[in-house]
C-alpha cells in the first residue's frame, strides 16, 4: 500500500515536470520554412505579432469596459480586472518578443547568406602579420 502510494506520488511529479517544461517553450518556427530565409521567418513573426496585438487590444477594450461600468460585474468584476491585467502584461510581453524577432530576421535578410570565407586563406594572412 505505502509502495502504490509512492509510485502514485513519484508519477504525478513527473507528469507535472513534463508538463510545466512542455509549456515554458517558447513558439518555434514551423518546420515548413527553411531556417536560413530570413523574409519568410519575418513574416511568420509578423502575423504572429498582429494576432497578440489583436488580442492585446481586445483586452485593453475590455478593460476599459470594465473601468466604465465596474458596477455591472459585481463581486467577479475584481477577478475579471485583475485576469485582464494579467493578460494585458502576458500579451505586451509576447508583442515585444515577437517584434524583436521580426527585427532580428529583417536584419539578417539583408545580409547576403552567400558569402563563403576562405578559412585557409584567412589563417595565412593572420600567420604573416603575426611574423
Do not use: W
Not at 498582429?50 to 468584476?77: C, F, I, M, W
Amino acid at each position: 500500500m505505502r509502495t502504490r502510494k509512492f509510485e502514485l506520488v513519484i508519477s504525478l511529479l513527473a507528469l507535472g515536470l513534463f508538463a510545466t517544461s512542455s509549456m515554458a517553450e517558447a513558439p518555434v518556427a514551423p518546420s515548413n520554412i527553411d531556417p536560413d530565409n530570413h523574409a519568410a521567418l519575418a513574416a511568420y513573426y509578423e502575423g504572429l505579432a498582429k494576432e497578440v496585438s489583436d488580442k492585446l487590444e481586445a483586452n485593453q477594450q475590455a478593460l476599459k469596459e470594465y473601468e466604465a461600468h465596474p458596477y455591472t460585474y459585481g463581486r467577479q468584476g475584481q477577478d475579471l480586472s485583475g485576469h485582464l491585467h494579467a493578460n494585458i502584461r502576458e500579451y505586451s510581453k509576447e508583442l515585444s518578443e515577437d517584434l524583436e524577432q521580426v527585427e532580428l530576421h529583417k536584419k539578417m535578410s539583408l545580409v547576403p547568406q552567400d558569402t563563403q570565407i576562405n578559412k585557409a586563406k584567412a589563417d595565412l594572412l593572420n600567420e604573416s602579420v603575426v611574423r
